[in-house]
Nanobody, 125 residues
Framework: QVHLEESGGGSVQAGGSLRLSCAPSGITHSTYCMGWFRQAPGKEREAVATIDSHGVATYADSVKGRFTISQDSAKNPLYLQMNSLKLEDTAMYYC???????????????????WGQGTQVTVSS
C-alpha cells in the first residue's frame, strides 16, 4: 500500500520560493513514476512535473525554468523546489505515484494511481 504525505506549503509573496516535500512509503517496486499536480479553485487539476525512477524529469510549460522536481530514491522524499513564484501558482499541490512506469511512460499525461492529501500554496502580491 503506497502512502504519500505532502508538507511545505504556505503563503509567500510573488517572486519568493517554497519547497514542497512528499514523504513516500510502501513503494517497493524498482520502477516507478512520481509527480506533482496542482488544482486551483474552479480549475481542473493540472500536472506540474514528473520524475521517474531513473531521475528523468518532465515539466509543464508554465513552470519550466522555475520549478525543480527531485527525488534520490523511492525511500527518500519527493521534492518540488518552486522559485520565482507567481500569483497563478496559487493552488493545492498534490504528489502522486504510479508503480511500474518509467521512461517515456512517466509523463504529464500518465494516470497516477496513488495520491497524497495535498498542501496549500498561496502566492500574494
Amino acid at each position: 500500500q503506497v502512502h504519500l504525505e505532502e508538507s511545505g506549503g504556505g503563503s509567500v509573496q510573488a517572486g519568493g520560493s517554497l519547497r514542497l516535500s512528499c514523504a513516500p512509503s510502501g513503494i517497493t517496486h524498482s520502477t516507478y513514476c512520481m509527480g506533482w499536480f496542482r488544482q486551483a479553485p474552479g480549475k481542473e487539476r493540472e500536472a506540474v512535473a514528473t520524475i521517474d525512477s531513473h531521475g528523468v524529469a518532465t515539466y509543464a510549460d508554465s513552470v519550466k525554468g522555475r520549478f525543480t522536481i527531485s527525488q534520490d530514491s523511492a525511500k527518500n522524499p519527493l521534492y518540488l523546489q518552486m522559485n520565482s513564484l507567481k500569483l497563478e501558482d496559487t493552488a493545492m499541490y498534490y504528489c502522486a505515484a504510479r508503480l511500474a512506469y518509467s521512461g517515456s511512460w512517466c509523463n504529464l499525461k500518465l494516470n497516477f494511481a496513488d495520491w497524497g492529501q495535498g498542501t496549500q500554496v498561496t502566492v500574494s502580491s
